[in-house]
């Protein structure tokens, strides 16, 4: 990966800045107990983590027509609830602080929706970021590649500009078909131009000064 060009850092929000797990099984659990469905399955646990709400809604409840009863109780159960579950991964701040001093754009593109912005406000991540490009800010969410090239446009840059760090086929994907740079955070089996398992070792991959004194 040659980083030489490189002018953003684009992070995915689940488990990449957070680990999610903890917070999400508890939302979808609880959600699903109101419909008398059982808890997520790992698979199941595996496939939502990628997802937009509304596949999620899809996928774990397939036999409804109508999914309007579901949303109706995702809003009354609210996301806000499980936001202080999400546990912030050790160095994001660091990291987010070296590549604004490098001069680079910072970025997020998530396949959350409506609820990034309490993740930023709850986390104290508000200022930490240049752009923030959710699922509902584009045509198409991830794997498509709507949202880094919206990112692009934002800042007129070419591809080979911007890296992505994310930890699933989906972020693979959307990368690969925007034709960016993609750093896989802890998924040794994913493919990628790099691997990473921690905020350091991405700012070492990045040749940031903090992390190459």
Avoid at 123 to 134: A, E, G, M, N, Q
């Amino acid at each position: 990966m040659d980083t030489s060009a490189i002018k953003a850092v684009v992070f995915d929000c689940d488990g990449v800045m957070f680990d999610t797990a903890l917070a999400n099984r508890k939302f979808y659990n609880d959600l699903l107990a109101t419909f008398n469905k059982a808890p997520l399955d790992d698979e199941q646990f595996k496939n939502i983590h990628m997802m937009t709400v509304k596949a999620a809604v899809e996928y774990l409840y397939p036999e409804m027509d109508d999914h309007q009863p579901v949303y109706k109780m995702i809003k009354s159960i609210g996301y806000e609830s499980v936001v202080p579950l999400m546990l912030m991964e050790p160095g994001l701040i660091e990291l987010l602080d070296a590549i604004k001093q490098a001069g680079l754009v910072r970025g997020v593109a998530t396949n959350r929706t409506n609820t990034m912005g309490r993740v930023l406000i709850e986390h104290k991540l508000k200022k930490s970021f240049d752009i923030v490009v959710t699922a509902s800010d584009v045509a198409n969410p991830k794997p498509f590649p709507d949202q880094l090239e919206k990112i692009m446009g934002a800042y007129a840059l070419v591809p080979k500009q911007l890296v992505f760090i994310g930890d699933s086929i989906y972020d693979k994907k959307a990368a690969e078909s925007a034709g960016t740079w993609f750093i896989s955070f802890k998924q040794p089996a994913l493919e990628a131009h790099a691997h990473a398992v921690s905020m350091d070792e991405v700012g070492e991959l990045l040749k940031l000064s903090k992390y190459n004194s």
